[in-house]
């Protein structure tokens, strides 16, 4: 069964820094790259990046872009996103998932996705 | 960045009643290749989304024949033809014809 298992809902001072993890199991991980999105409260699904499954390639969405940083581990099969200098609306469920397409800059589609991390964001 | 939109926001729709989406991108979706690189997915209360569809019109493994895909360059449909209690959620289709991956804002289903 091809899972993605995210660790544990995270609350941060606003400047902090969080690491979310994603393990990869069912799959050989090298194989997929993984991206990263997040879900405010109420709100819609936003993609955050992608990082190779095999290789130290990463793509940012430009709002991203100095702020998170995307790595995966292959003797771990598992992916983290690492986001820098929260604010208070970063707050938000934060997913990963297995991206099917095998390409670096288009066509990318999902499935499967973890179940989600909770990062909250208060003083 | 490529902006797309959906219709209605919500819909109730009776059991075993048809249900339609609309979803308009800002700009075509034909890629070079020759793909249109557009998806559905479906988001149950509490989950993380699910894939539907893919490029446009086809199946994802598992997902039920009364759900289909249609359109082409700016404006799609997702169509599911007798809605079941189980279908009741938040609709999203998403482009990744290029960077960054985008969605559009949602169409929540619910039962009447």
């Known amino acids: 069964q091809i899972q993605l298992e995210q660790s544990g809902t995270e609350v941060k001072k606003p400047g902090a820094s969080v690491t979310v993890s994603c393990k990869a199991s069912g799959y050989t991980f090298t194989n997929y790259a993984i991206s990263w999105f997040r879900q405010a409260p109420g709100q819609g699904l936003e993609w955050m990046g992608w990082a190779s499954g095999y290789s130290s390639h990463t793509n940012y969405a430009q709002k991203f872009r100095g702020r998170v940083t995307l790595t995966t581990d292959v003797s771990t099969d598992t992916a983290y996103m690492e986001l820098r200098s929260l604010r208070f609306d970063d707050t938000a469920v934060y997913y990963c998932?297995?991206?099917?397409?095998?390409?670096?800059?288009?066509?990318?589609?999902?499935?499967?996705w973890g179940q989600g991390t909770l990062v909250t964001v208060s003083s | 960045d490529i902006v797309m939109t959906q219709t209605p926001l919500s819909l109730s729709v009776s059991p075993g009643q048809p249900a339609s989406i609309s979803c308009r991108s800002s700009q075509s979706l034909l890629h070079s290749d020759g793909k249109t690189y557009l998806y559905w997915y479906l988001q149950k209360s509490g989950q993380s989304p699910q894939l539907l569809i893919y490029e446009v019109s086809k199946r994802f493994s598992g997902v039920p024949d009364r759900f289909s895909g249609s359109g082409s360059g700016t404006d799609f449909t997702l169509k599911i033809s007798r809605v079941e209690a189980e279908d009741v959620g938040v609709y999203y289709c998403m482009q990744s014809k290029q960077l960054p991956v985008t969605f559009a804002g949602g169409t929540k289903v619910e039962i009447k």
């Open positions: 998932a297995r991206d099917l397409s095998g390409s670096y800059y288009f066509g990318f589609w999902f499935d499967p």
